[in-house]
């Protein structure tokens, strides 16, 4: 894939730091489209949040299954909080099976944690596909 101004081959890191008026004139063309640049985008973005990533000890990914997981966790651990319950613990198991004893503030703080990893993911695609301004 080319500049749609000059010959120079692009490349996805590129395409996230162009002007967004360039973005959208090579969309019109195709350019990006047909050259699968904005599929790689987000199949990397796939693959970043669905990475492994230690926090406090313990190994959790982005998929959506263990995302479910942990938002049960956090469901049950905010109503512990609310009820005055911060001790009682609950067994999490990590991506590489193993176990850890959770309190409900260590829940939150793994839920939080995973969250804001997400989210930074997330921000960092955002560049490559912002709206075009008026």
């Known amino acids: 894939m080319t500049h749609w101004y000059s010959d120079t081959p692009l490349h996805?890191?590129?395409?996230?730091k162009m002007d967004p008026m360039v973005r959208h004139r090579m969309r019109l063309s195709?350019?990006?489209?047909?050259?699968?640049?904005?599929?790689?985008?987000?199949?990397l973005k796939s693959r970043l949040v669905e990475a492994d990533k230690v926090?406090?000890?313990?190994?959790?990914?982005?998929?959506q299954e263990d995302a479910r997981n942990?938002?049960?966790?956090?469901?049950?651990a905010q109503i512990r909080i609310a009820s005055?319950?911060?001790?009682?613990?609950?067994?999490?198991?990590?991506?590489?099976n193993v176990d850890h004893e959770l309190t409900p503030?260590?829940?939150?703080?793994?839920?939080?944690?995973?969250?804001?990893?997400?989210t930074e993911v997330y921000a960092a695609s955002w560049p490559a596909n912002a709206p075009i301004p008026k």
Do not use: C, H, M
């Open 30 to 43: 195709g350019r990006l489209l047909n050259d699968g640049v904005e599929a790689k985008a987000r199949e």
């Open 12 to 16: 996805a890191p590129d395409i996230a």
């Open 55 to 63: 926090i406090d000890g313990v190994l959790v990914t982005g998929r």
């Open 70 to 76: 942990l938002q049960a966790r956090l469901t049950v």
């Open 105 to 118: 503030p260590q829940i939150v703080n793994l839920f939080l944690q995973s969250s804001a990893y997400v």
């Open 84 to 96: 005055g319950d911060t001790s009682a613990t609950t067994v999490f198991r990590d991506k590489n």
